[in-house]
């Protein structure tokens, strides 16, 4: 009698990836010529991997969104779900918002940096705020984010990652006029879309076999960047900026430790170890591709088959907060912004304070659940607030880290938005 040989379950492997790439990124410093061959030849594959995940994020949302909505014949019951989906989204980026500027209030990150290193740090800003500046079109309406949401054209929509919300919108109409036509006519488009769904679950299936290489390959060559340079120079930098990313990291652990517990608990009834034992793969995932949209696949697969939450509830509330639910985004732009007026010396009123939090807020909503999207967003909030947009450089450094981190909240917000609209009657 053979014995069943035993697997190591994903996450694990994923771990292994994380430690061994942690264990590569910074033992570069002590081989030359090993920053670069970790840049040309270990790098492109995470960039491989996240780009495959990236693939199907578009698809994934479109196939889910519509076959989701379509097979919801009670319109009332698409505006419920969808009613209590909008008005969770919106309190706890709210409540991730104010976190955020109480934290930096009490903490006061950008007074703990010394001036001269404050002094090395500006000169040391060169044309990254610009590049990032072009990225964001920050003339006409405060509104314009929510013209932007509206698309002109469905195939110039789904060519971008970066027009997810686009994306969302037509693929929310497009599910609710499938529901309200006759069956007969809508039962072959729904047949081809949910064959094609089972065609990119079994690609999700596919790529993630190769998941610990890719996040191997991410964070050896985060870690490469960040120690090809004057070593000790770094850590003195990164020093001063340990308040800040203290600040960050604190919102976030009470956002994922206090806030989201007592929300999936007291409307699910889903304690805090079964939430975290269930996704604890696609928290890893988010962790190492600082991206909610490459995430969504892998979120999905596990809200429906560890939390058991009907298809139709997941696959319509995870899309739909992949593209506008981004808490811990929200928070770290709060934290960002108080830090960047402490840095200059400018004191910040009530007044500005709460229109950085309301700002964030609705920014948070148009940022792409991609890499670095939170930073873009970050200078309309500087516009907004009278706050010097070239400010944004101090932060550049920590930032690929809290990027991570953050997105890991941004997956919690989603799933638990999917617990709470379940509630305890399906259990």
């Known amino acids: 009698m053979s014995k069943k040989v035993r697997t190591i379950p994903l996450h694990s492997q994923i771990l292994i990836g994380i430690f061994a790439g942690i264990l590569c990124g910074t033992s570069v410093i002590f ?15 995470g960039n491989i991997f996240l780009k495959l995940l990236q693939l199907i994020a578009i698809p994934v949302i479109l196939t889910s969104l519509i ?19 909008v008005i969770f989204f919106i309190c706890t ?30 000169a ?125 990291l604190t919102g976030l652990c009470i956002m994922i430790c206090l806030v989201y517990p007592v929300l999936f608990y007291t409307f ?4 805090y170890s079964m939430f975290f034992k269930s996704m604890r793969s696609a928290f890893l995932l988010a962790f190492t591709s600082s991206s909610s949209s490459a995430t969504l696949p892998l979120t999905m697969q596990c809200v429906e088959k560890n939390l058991k939450v009907d298809k139709e509830i997941a696959g319509f509330v995870l899309p739909f907060g992949t593209t506008i639910n981004m808490d811990g985004t929200a928070l770290y732009q709060c934290v960002a912004a108080i830090f960047i007026a402490q840095f200059f010396n400018l004191e910040l009123s ?28 970050l200078i309309m909030i500087l516009q907004n607030a009278g706050l010097p947009t070239a400010g944004i450089n101090l932060i550049l450094i920590p930032d690929r880290i809290l990027d991570m981190c953050r997105t890991v909240i941004n997956v919690a917000g989603d799933v638990t938005a999917c617990l709470v609209v379940k509630g305890r009657s399906k259990a």
Do not use: C
Not at 31 to 45: C, D, K, L, N, S
Not at 77 to 82: A, C, H, P, R, V
Not at 102 to 122: F, Q
Not at 351 to 360: E, F, H, Y
């Open 31 to 45: 081989i030359q010529g090993g920053h670069t061959f970790i840049q040309f030849y270990v790098a492109p594959f």
């Open 67 to 85: 076959t989701g909505l379509a097979k919801i014949k009670d319109v009332k019951k698409i505006g419920s779900m969808g009613l209590k989906t």
């Open 93 to 122: 980026t709210l409540i991730a918002t104010t976190i955020g500027v109480i934290i930096a209030d009490i903490i006061r990150p950008g007074k703990s940096i010394d001036e001269n290193i404050k002094k090395e740090m500006i």
């Open 124 to 248: 040391s800003m060169g044309v990254t705020s610009d590049d990032i500046s072009d990225q964001l079109n920050t003339g006409g309406s405060p509104l314009t984010f929510i013209e932007n949401m509206v698309p002109s054209n469905f195939f110039q929509s789904i060519s971008s990652n970066q027009n997810m919300i686009q994306v969302v919108l037509f693929a929310i109409l497009f599910g609710v006029a499938l529901s309200r036509i006759g069956e007969e006519k809508a039962k072959p488009v729904l047949l081809f879309l949910e064959g094609t769904n089972e065609a990119l679950t079994l690609m999700i299936n596919l790529i993630m076999k190769i998941a610990p290489l890719g996040v191997f390959a991410l964070v050896a060559s985060v870690l490469a960047k960040v120690s090809a340079g004057d070593l000790q120079k770094s850590i003195h930098l990164l020093s001063g900026l340990a308040w800040y990313s203290l600040s960050v």
């Open 268 to 271: 699910s009834g889903t304690s």
């Open 350 to 377: 009530w007044t500005q304070q709460i229109v950085i939090i309301l700002t964030a807020t609705t920014a948070a909503a148009g940022a792409a659940g991609i890499p670095g999207a939170g930073m873009v967003t």
